[in-house]
């Protein structure tokens, strides 16, 4: 995410006043709009790259932490606090008071990365010489996950704790409602002396006997003495590919045929001080010994259980290419200069050989141990994040460029600077191009690489969102400009190989950033009508983009693509028509689908999707988590020439079937036209 994206809203604010009262005012005597596509299927088309459409993924609004990464302990390692101890245990909280149980952190842990354990001091007891007897329940602590755990009946939960004590124990390990009083799953651990004389590691599956969404995990104990805790975790054995992902947010990520996922940030890659950056070689390795650390750009800590390899395995398990974006010796507001950047730079190289490197090499070996012994398929780093205008980035980028390419010359390297609209001074493959900004500017940056240079690096917008007022947290508003601007990429695709949204998870109880693609809190998950917009997208890498030409017979509000894409599941080819409706007015076009033989579209199997609602400015909620999604019609008796109504403020696509022996577009990088 960005530190200056204020800039481009200023750009463009003249426009924005002047435009915004024509364009999203109702319109009266003009009201009788009509449009023409016409589609040229005969040729020359071109093919769009592999890897136009993506996923950018950063830990942000508790997107990973408390959300995509299963985990349902909140500071499990009690690290969170500090190192110094004692320290604050938050949101780990006691139960029972100081004069039946006292609870403190202190250094005792047996791993040497986070040294920090938690000491309950029992001072009841429930047996016959005890003169403080403890409550019913027992005293100990409980943790009440990220804003409460979900807890489904029947569903199974592996708890492991790491335990120490002098004593023998008695420990009743549940899942409970938020206060403490409905038992939801339970076990008890029984051990004596010297199984627990030494830290041991203790594992359990229970089965949820009852539902509960703000569930709670306890640890309690009526038995007097001193117990020492330490990474404590609650996961679900139901998970996306069994890899820990959480399956609904998951799912909701793979529906869109991501191409490649950009990670882990964004600004969390950065930090505010280098010594809270992201560090890979803290992330990985059993996640008992990950030390975690605190985003200090986002302000929350993160236990790493969703670090370098989760986010490698994710790519895979999506079907996506990891995009790594590493830090490049550059905070927010610390440098590394060129001449000491040495390190940074082996670090770098490092992550590439874990992720690529034989399983006998050195990194290699690490990634091999944590279950994947074949490479990764990394073919993308980007080499810092915003930081182009920062004092040191060009002499550390050139270190990391020629150091990278001289061991993987096959990497495509990303730089921060912009060259959309001037010359880098610096080599690269692609350029990042962020963009945040209201609806109408979006719509109009459509044409934003229409006059880009063919020659430079190829383009990479990672994050473009409408932002401020016409987003909201997920407007209709704000769907339609981004799916305007898409389709300028599409269009422009012979400069633009890869595109993302950005945020594209927020949990509901962390807004920091608003709007996001995806919103979840512990137990339910929507998307908002930017997430829907990218549906209509989900095709269009590797297709063939189509000549066209939209006229209209007024100031246009509409903007159009065509591509012909062919389906994996039953392997048909169709022909994609994408068209925003970008005023309150509907709109009468007439489509011609010309170059296509007799009877070549199919009179069946045809579709019509549309994205709109009532009002413009509408969301989705968790009240009403479908109010602007997609409605598909079917389109009977089809032929080349179409008439359909476009709905004021509305995104349509017609996927027209057809035989594929018919099609005759040749696919070329020259000649392709689009007239609007």
């Avoid at 990973?64 to 499990?76: F, K, M, P, Q, T």
């Avoid at 990220?146 to 029947?154: D, F, P």
């Avoid at 962020?434 to 109009?444: D, G, P, Q």
């Avoid at 209509?536 to 066209?548: I, M, R, V, W």
Wanted: net charge negative; proline share 4%; hydrophobic share 40%.
């Amino acid at each position: 995410m960005g530190c200056f994206r204020a800039s481009c809203k200023v750009l463009f604010c003249f426009f924005f006043l002047v435009s915004s009262v024509y364009q999203f005012l109702p319109i009266g005597a003009d009201g009788n709009q009509t449009a023409q596509l016409i589609v040229d299927t005969k040729g020359p088309g071109r093919k769009m790259p592999e890897t136009l459409f993506g996923l950018f993924f950063e830990e942000i609004n508790h997107a990973g932490a408390g959300g995509l990464w299963a985990e349902l302990v909140s500071n499990r390692g009690f690290e969170a606090g500090g190192p110094i101890t004692p320290s604050n245990i938050d949101p780990w909280a006691v139960i029972g008071n100081e004069s039946y149980v006292v609870v403190a952190t202190d250094r005792s842990s047996p791993f040497e990365r986070n040294k920090v354990a938690l000491r309950v001091e029992v001072l009841c007891g429930n047996d016959s010489n005890s003169t403080n007897i403890c409550p019913a329940g027992g005293v100990g602590v409980y943790n009440p996950g990220y804003w409460g755990m979900n807890v489904e009946q029947n569903k199974w939960f592996t708890v492991v704790m790491h335990v120490r004590s002098e004593e023998a124990v008695n420990i009743s390990v549940a899942l409970t409602s938020s206060n403490g009083v409905d038992t939801l799953a339970a076990t008890n651990f029984v051990a004596n002396a010297c199984t627990v004389g030494n830290w041991t590691k203790y594992t359990a599956n229970l089965r949820a006997t009852a539902t509960n969404s703000n569930a709670r995990l306890q640890l309690t104990t009526t038995k007097k003495g001193v117990i020492w805790f330490d990474q404590v975790s609650v996961m679900p054995v139901d998970t996306y590919r069994n890899h820990n992902f959480r399956k609904d947010l998951s799912q909701m990520i793979a529906d869109l045929k991501p191409r490649f996922l950009r990670f882990p940030g964004g600004c969390f890659v950065e930090g505010e001080w280098l010594r809270n950056a992201f560090r890979w070689k803290q992330t990985i390795g059993p996640w008992e010994e990950r030390p975690g650390h605190f985003g200090d750009v986002w302000k929350y800590w993160t236990d790493d259980g969703l670090g370098y390899f989760e986010f490698l395995q994710l790519a895979e398990d999506i079907g996506a290419l990891p995009v790594w974006v590493f830090n490049n010796g550059i905070s927010h507001n610390d440098e590394v200069d060129t001449t000491s950047i040495g390190p940074f730079l082996q670090e770098a190289l490092d992550s590439i050989e874990f992720a690529r490197g034989a399983s006998n090499s050195t990194w290699g070996s690490v990634r091999t141990a944590m279950g994947h012994g074949d490479p990764f398929n990394l073919k993308y780093i980007a080499i810092g994040n915003e930081d182009c205008w920062k004092k040191n980035y060009r002499g550390n980028y050139m270190r990391f460029y020629d150091a990278i390419k001289r061991v993987y010359p096959d990497i495509k390297l990303i730089t921060n600077c912009d060259a959309s609209s001037r010359k880098l001074n610096h080599p690269a493959d692609y350029y990042d191009f962020h963009i945040y900004t209201s609806a109408i500017n979006l719509y109009s940056m459509a044409h934003q690489f229409d006059r880009t240079s063919r020659d430079a690096p190829k383009a990479f917008v990672s994050e473009y969102a409408v932002t401020g007022k016409d987003a909201g947290s997920g407007t209709l508003l704000a769907a339609l400009a981004e799916a305007a601007f898409l389709i300028g990429v599409e269009k422009n695709s012979d400069v633009v190989e890869m595109a993302s949204y950005a945020p594209l998870f927020v949990n509901s109880n962390d807004r920091t950033w608003s709007p996001d693609a995806i919103v979840f809190n512990s137990s339910f998950v929507y998307g908002t009508p930017s997430y829907w917009m990218q549906h209509f997208f989900s095709n269009s890498s590797g297709a063939t983009l189509l000549n066209s030409t939209l006229t209209t017979n007024s100031s246009s509000s509409l903007i159009a693509s065509a591509i012909t894409w062919k389906s994996p599941q039953d392997n048909k080819t169709y022909i994609k028509l994408k068209v925003v409706n970008f005023r309150n007015v509907s709109v009468s076009l007439k489509i011609s689908v010309d170059g296509l033989q007799t009877n070549s579209l199919q009179l069946s199997g045809a579709t019509k999707t549309v994205l709109t609602s009532s009002n413009v400015m509408d969301e989705n909620s968790f009240k009403e988590p479908t109010k602007v999604t997609p409605f598909r019609f079917e389109l009977k008796d089809v032929g080349k020439d179409l008439d359909a109504e476009l709905p004021a403020y509305s995104f349509t696509a017609f996927d027209l079937l057809m035989d594929s022996s018919s099609l005759q577009t040749v696919e070329t990088d020259a000649g392709y036209k689009s007239s609007i």
